[in-house]
């Protein structure tokens, strides 16, 4: 029966959130190596909007992953580039713990994104940790095929806590789902 709730996940959550990390998402151009954000949003521990940015990608965004995030090359086309965005949210990042829902693959999207943008990597990956796995863990669905837990959607995640924030795939309102999510796994008290 799910929940499993282990309690050393709620004291990782615990310990996490003594860190005042902060949340970050992205919005991107698809899930391949050559893909770019087009969509940044970063807040705090309470949800508060730390940074918010659509990116001009400089390449077409693919219909498909507009399907999924509602962004489109009009909306993007008068945005700033990577390059100033990182500008920006850099500093933002640079020496924070990181809470993201999926973490290697937004750490591999910024890097990508910095690489095709020419623009330095600067931060260090074990800034970020990813509140997946770490719902994953609590939430003790076991995938055999992996040897380990089965990763849940965000908005499922937040739909099964009772967390009800609109509009998933906008990077603020995911971000602000994923900082929700932790306080939820923190604050969790099993029967």
């Keep these: 029966m799910f929940p499993v709730a282990h309690p050393k996940t709620m004291q990782k959550a615990r310990e996490l959130l003594a860190l005042n990390p902060i949340f970050l998402d992205t919005e991107t151009t698809g899930t391949g190596a050559n893909d770019v954000i087009i969509e940044v949003g970063i807040v705090d521990i309470n949800g508060d909007v730390l940074y918010e940015s659509l990116v001009n990608p400089g390449m077409p965004i693919p219909p498909e992953s507009s399907a999924v995030n509602e962004i489109t090359d009009e909306m993007v086309a008068d945005k700033p580039g990577w390059a100033q965005v990182w500008r920006e949210v ?12 999926n973490a290697d693959f937004d750490m591999r999207l910024l890097k990508q994104s910095c690489a095709y943008a020419g623009v330095p990597w ?8 990813c509140v997946m796995r770490l ?16 990763s849940q959607k965000l908005a499922s995640a937040g739909g099964f806590c009772g967390i009800d924030l609109p509009n998933s795939h906008h990077a603020v309102d995911d971000a602000r ?14 029967d």
Excluded: C, M, S
């Excluded at 863990?137 to 089965?150: C, I, M, Q, T, V």
């Design 90 to 101: 850099e500093p933002i990042l640079h020496n924070r713990a990181i809470g993201i829902y």
């Design 135 to 150: 719902y994953a863990a609590w939430y003790g669905e076991w995938n055999a095929r992996y040897n380990g837990f089965r």
């Design 122 to 129: 600067t931060l260090d990956d074990k800034q970020a940790f």
């Design 177 to 190: 789902l994923t900082a929700a999510l932790l306080r939820y796994l923190a604050d969790y008290v099993k």
